[in-house]
């Protein structure tokens, strides 16, 4: 491979022959590509997030556990479902909350994602019941109606072709009374807000709450385009 190219200023390497490549890989529609590009940096990518003092993770996390989990603590099991689960973060970030709360119903997370290198981290933090390869814009989902809280964070770059479908699936795998925790860029948001309004007015989802928007890599210099790029968790009940 040639020499790397360092978009983030003094910090992480992105393992691509430069910015064009870069570009090319990380915003392909080619599911190959773009999994492939992830099988390669799997290794580095949580210390990547690292250097942009990515917050994502944590944020989302905090939503799950101040609105969703209060909601359903008197259930026998809460079922979580990672769409787009990486490196596995978001399941270890929920399973140390958990523990640090004290939280005794039991929760399972489960989780997929369509790089198998991704998932090859994940299984290594052990927080995951069931782990599975999946395009998520491929309907159906190989679940069910079967989820307390469904969450998909830092996926949405690679699905602005497709908002209608993952809305559809988001609800058709959520239980009533469940929730939907995805999280939204201010670059991306105009591709989700058609889908996302209607299923709101139609009574499928209630807005439960939303975060104010924060810059999704605070490290980055301002002359990184994605210096401005910011990010918002929403969280959403299902309502039938």
Known sequence: ???SQNFTGNKSTELVSGKEEYDQRFYSKDN?????????????????SADR?????????????????????TNDKITVLDAGCGTGEIGRMLVHALQSANETTPVEIDGFDLSPGLLEKTREKNCYNDLKVVDMKTLP????????????NGCVIHLTDAPQIIYNAFAANTKVGGFFVMQQRNDTYNYFQEIDEELQNNGTFQMVDKTELSRLYPSLPI????????YSIHVLKRMK
């Open 223 to 230: 002359e990184h385009k994605d210096a401005t790029v910011l």
């Open 32 to 48: 190959a590509v773009l999994a492939g590009w992830y099988d390669e940096i799997a290794d580095s990518y949580d210390g990547m």
């Open 141 to 152: 989902w190989p679940y069910g109606e079967e989820y307390d809280i469904i969450c998909c």
């Open 53 to 73: 003092e990515y917050p994502g993770h944590g944020v989302m996390v905090n939503s799950i556990m101040t609105h969703c989990m209060p909601q359903l603590r």
């Open 1 to 3: 491979m040639a020499a």
